[in-house]
């Protein structure tokens, strides 16, 4: 059974940074791409990031770009997002997603994580 | 960006019903588009891949159709265990974007 299982969410003030992590297990991780989705309080879902399965391509959406990370690292598993400079505005729900193939483009997701809270507060 | 119109954006329907949902993409997207099914606290979960393809273990009462910028999501005869949220995902252009979502309520 794929199961991939987020963490590292919490409160953070603006201005400051979070680094959230993704295991992936149950499936050959480096074969896949993956994916960050949030949603914010009340609205609906927003890509965030997504990485091909060699982090060959990596494409962020605009509203994060420049302070936001993606990277993965084969070997644990594991798929992260660096945060820098949060806003009130990057809070809510993010979401691991796996990709159904080894490069995202013109692709989908076929499992997604429950999710971790982030909270974006002074 | 392609715009993702979805709609109803809530609809309440009873056990055995036929319910339809559709995405509407502001520019052609080929095939690109999936559905999911989404139920609070839980992982959303792919129904149907690249507007027609059900994904393996759905319940064949899911059926999708549709190409260019049209797309609906067909629930032949709704079950209890079907009262959900369902938004659809066009992945054909960065930035993927992802209807407003479909609250389905009895």
């Known amino acids: 059974e794929v199961q991939l299982v987020e963490s590292g969410g919490g409160l953070v003030q603006p201005g400051r940074s979070l680094r959230l992590s993704c295991v992936g297990s149950g499936f050959r991780f480096e074969d896949y791409a993956m994916h960050w989705v949030r949603q914010a309080p009340g609205m609906g879902l927003e890509w965030v990031s997504g990485i091909d399965w060699d982090s060959g391509n990596i494409d962020y959406a605009d509203s994060v770009k420049g302070r936001f990370t993606i990277s993965r690292d084969n070997a644990k598993n594991s798929v992260y997002l660096e945060m820098n400079n949060l806003r009130p505005e990057d809070m809510g729900f993010y979401y691991c997603?796996?990709?159904?193939?080894?490069?995202?483009?013109?692709?989908?997701?076929?499992?997604w994580g429950r999710g971790t809270l982030v909270t974006v507060s002074s | 960006d392609i715009q993702m119109t979805q709609f109803p954006s809530s609809l309440s329907a009873s056990i055995g019903d036929r319910v339809t949902i559709t995405c509407r993409a502001s520019?052609?997207?080929?095939?690109?588009l999936h559905w999911y099914q989404h139920k609070p606290g839980r992982a959303p979960k792919i129904l149907i891949y690249?507007?027609?393809g059900l994904q393996s273990g759905v319940p064949s009462r899911f059926s999708g159709s549709g190409s260019a910028t049209d797309f609906t999501l067909t629930i032949s005869s709704l079950q209890p265990e079907d009262f959900a949220t369902y938004f659809c995902l066009q992945g054909s252009s960065i930035p993927f974007t992802f209807g407003g979502g479909t609250k389905v309520e009895i």
């Open positions: 997603a796996k990709d159904a193939r080894a490069f995202y483009r013109g692709s989908w997701y076929d499992n």
């Open positions: 520019q052609t997207i080929n095939s690109d």
């Open positions: 690249a507007a027609v």
